[in-house]
């Protein structure tokens, strides 16, 4: 199962504003939403931006739908704990923002070689 690193912006921008590591679960990507593995427990219906390392210039507006808490047995090895799944569902403010998450999707979906 191919994932990749980045963060999630939750909140306003601004002092309080929350960054959660993530993995995103290309298997559970779409050009709608993503299924993430999170380092901190999120709740439904939070605002946040999602950045990914393979195309860091490419901000992700998007709604927190669930959030639950993995099992003990299952977990991503890494040196960060992801103990938490979650879904995010992109929001777009404009027709840029969907292309974006469009060629975002087009540009991970493709097989690697």
Known sequence: MRRLRGELRV???????QVV???AILRDLSATGVGLFTSQKLYA????ELVLEAMPSTVLKG???????????THVLSPIPYLW??????????P???AAAKNLYA???????
Request: hydrophobic fraction near 30%.
């Open 107 to 113: 540009e991970l979906s493709k097989p690697q070689g």
């Open 21 to 23: 590591q993530v993995r």
């Open 85 to 94: 799944r979650a879904g995010f569902l992109f929001t777009f403010q404009t």
């Open 45 to 48: 219906g939070q605002q946040a």
């Open 11 to 17: 909140g306003q921008a601004g002092p309080g504003q």
């Open 96 to 98: 840029e923002e969907e």
């Open 63 to 73: 709604t927190v739908v669930w959030c639950h808490e993995m099992g003990m047995g």
